[in-house]
Nanobody, 120 residues
Framework: QVQLVESGGGLAQPGGSLRLSCAAS????????MSWARQAPGKGLEWVSG????????YYADSVKGRFTISRDNAKNTLYLQMNSLKPEDTALYYC?????????????WGQGTQVTVSS
């Protein structure tokens, strides 16, 4: 069955960095677009970033442009999110999601999430 397991979250200081990983199994990872989303306490879900199956297209929410970088290693079945210049407003539960196709962002599976807390 499809499994998405996020890791790499934790506590970071403002201006610091974290790298999230999402280990995928149970499907052909290289055939599907993937994304990161987040949900802060008391707020709705925000789509943070996405990447096509072959990495040919990426998108970023305006709130993270220039600070976050999405990437994937299809040989390792792993999705990444490099987060730099972290801000307190980046505090949230971060999820990875699998798309239904290679080149669109429409999702059918989610991970359990990894908590990111940015605080001094």
């Amino acid at each position: 069955q499809v499994q998405l397991v996020e890791s790499g979250g934790g506590l970071a200081q403002p201006g610091g960095s974290l790298r999230l990983s999402c280990a995928a199994s149970g499907f052909t990872f290289s055939s599907y677009a993937m994304s990161w989303a987040r949900q802060a306490p008391g707020k709705g879900l925000e789509w943070v970033s996405g990447i096509y199956s072959d990495g040919s297209d990426t998108y970023y929410a305006d709130s993270v442009k220039g600070r976050f970088t999405i990437s994937r290693d299809n040989a390792k079945n792993t999705l990444y999110l490099q987060m730099n210049s972290l801000k307190p407003e980046d505090t949230a539960l971060y999820y990875c999601a699998k798309s239904v196709v290679a080149d669109e962002y429409e999702y059918d599976y989610w991970g359990q999430g990894t908590q990111v807390t940015v605080s001094s």
